[in-house]
Structure formats: structure tokens, C-alpha cells
């Protein structure tokens, strides 16, 4: 998104603690009304509302249980839950299929 802007000037007029919360307030625009934390884009921040703020928006908090029967485990997202059935079960047996579900782990390697 701004891969193009120079953040050069930052580190030769401002202390290290200025320069962080200038990268901040310009990477992360889009803020949450209800605690200020800045987003990149208006998905993320519709996300961590539905995450983080449930009881503000009147809305029931969704949990997402383990696709594992025996683990009583339950997540906010529900990539989060796939993510912890195949990390700690070792889920699903066989593997995942290429293409079947996507990718659970949200871009991390």
C-alpha cells in the first residue's frame, strides 16, 4: 500500500519512539471507533471488532470449536481453530487436500 513512501527523514530530526508512532499513524489510517487501535485496511479493522468488541456492537461473541470431537477448545476465528486442529492433532488424518479449505495458518510460515 505504501511501499513507495520514504520514512528516511524520520531518523535523522526524531527520537526512535516519534518515528514509531509516525509509521504508525501513517501505515494504519483506518482506527477503531471504539478503542483507536489503527488497521491498514477497513477489513482488518472489521475483524478485531468482531473479535475484540462483540459486547460494544450488541452481537453475540461466535465461537468456533475444534473440528476435533475430543478437544474442548473454541476460538474467536474460525482459521484460528482450524489452524490449532492441524498443529496440535495433527488434523486431518490423511492431510489436507490442496485446495479444500484454503490456507488456515492466515499467511504465515
Known amino acids: 500500500m505504501h511501499s513507495n513512501l520514504n520514512l528516511s527523514f524520520c531518523h535523522t530530526i526524531q527520537t ?6 509516525i509509521r504508525k499513524q501513517i501505515l ?3 482506527k477503531c471507533y471504539y ?6 485496511y477497513q477489513a482488518m479493522l472489521d475483524r478485531h471488532i468482531n473479535v475484540h468488541h ?8 461466535q465461537q468456533h470449536p475444534c473440528p476435533v470431537d475430543t478437544c474442548p477448545k473454541q476460538y474467536a476465528r474460525s482459521d484460528h481453530a482450524y489452524r490449532h486442529a492441524i498443529k496440535a492433532h495433527d488434523w486431518p488424518p490423511g492431510g489436507i487436500k490442496s485446495g479444500s479449505r484454503g490456507n488456515v495458518d492466515g499467511g504465515r510460515k
Do not use: F, L, N, S
Open 16 to 21: 526512535d519512539e516519534v518515528c514509531r508512532r
Open 28 to 30: 494504519r489510517p483506518v
Open 54 to 61: 462483540r459486547k460494544e456492537t450488541g452481537k453475540a461473541k
Open 35 to 40: 478503542c483507536g487501535k489503527g488497521h491498514q
